[in-house]
């Protein structure tokens, strides 16, 4: 009976999340702190309700394929590591890029001759351009703000959630410590990401 509780409250904690909820929400909704709703539900992938930028229309790669490219903005080697391959398990990402910081990915992102990603995964905590500079410069860019974008970092204070999505983030999901918590908050990723391209890309037409 508990498991069956347990398994019901993730789901609706997973919904309440995905519907705009936060930590602070999911505490006061089962009486507990803040910090004790996120380590009973590490790694949630919180979206913008409304969304502040919806997946472009088609997103993904130009033939409509379910396998993608993705860009990680990771300095933590380990971490990228984790990530990459909890990416890459899920059997639908192509290859993932990753740089240390934000100007790098700035200049991946523009030299010639690179893929587009068709999903970029950004830590807020990185040099020589911060992940909010970052997500900054990517929003006023004509060429690039139609690239989704997740934030994938430790920190779940609200101030840092309110101002991913005010730059338009897509989703944000923070680092949980526990390695089997961490690589599901991965997999939460890829299952946006194409839950999220499922819902704007028009039917087939016959």
């Known amino acids: 009976m508990s498991r069956a509780v347990d398994r019901n409250a993730a789901e609706e904690a997973a919904a309440a999340a995905a519907a705009g909820a936060r930590y602070p929400q999911l505490g006061d909704a089962w009486y507990v702190t803040r910090q004790a709703a996120r380590q009973r539900w590490p790694g949630?992938?919180?979206?913008?309700?409304?969304?502040?930028?919806?997946?472009?229309?088609?997103?993904?790669?130009?033939?409509?394929?379910?396998?993608?490219d993705v860009l990680l903005v990771e300095d933590d080697p380990a971490d990228g590591i984790i990530i990459a391959e909890g990416l890459r398990e899920q059997g639908t990402v192509r290859t993932v890029t990753r740089v240390d910081d934000g100007r790098a990915a700035?200049?991946?992102?523009?030299?010639?001759?690179?893929?587009?990603?068709?999903?970029?995964?950004?830590?807020?905590?990185?040099?020589?351009?911060?992940g909010q500079e970052l997500?900054?410069?990517?929003?006023?860019?004509?060429?690039?703000?139609?690239?989704p974008v997740v934030v994938l970092t430790n920190s779940d204070?609200?101030?840092?959630?309110?101002?991913?999505f005010d730059l338009h983030a897509n989703a944000y999901?923070?680092?949980?410590?526990?390695?089997?918590d961490f690589l599901?908050?991965?997999?939460?990723?890829?299952t946006f990401f194409h839950s999220a391209r499922r819902?704007?890309?028009p039917p087939p037409t016959y």
Not at 140 to 145: G, V
Not at 157 to 164: E, F, G, K, L, N
Not at 173 to 180: A, F, G, I, S, Y
Request: net charge neutral; charged share 25%; glycine share 6%.
């Open 157 to 164: 204070d609200p101030r840092d959630v309110h101002t991913a």
């Open 173 to 180: 999901v923070t680092k949980p410590v526990r390695l089997d």
């Open 106 to 130: 700035l200049r991946f992102l523009r030299e010639q001759g690179n893929a587009r990603p068709a999903l970029i995964v950004i830590d807020l905590n990185i040099p020589r351009m911060s």
């Open 44 to 68: 949630l992938v919180f979206t913008a309700t409304p969304a502040s930028r919806p997946l472009p229309r088609g997103a993904g790669t130009p033939d409509g394929a379910d396998h993608y």
């Open 135 to 147: 997500l900054t410069v990517l929003s006023d860019d004509p060429a690039l703000r139609a690239i």
């Open 199 to 201: 819902e704007t890309t």
């Open 184 to 190: 599901a908050a991965v997999r939460g990723i890829d």
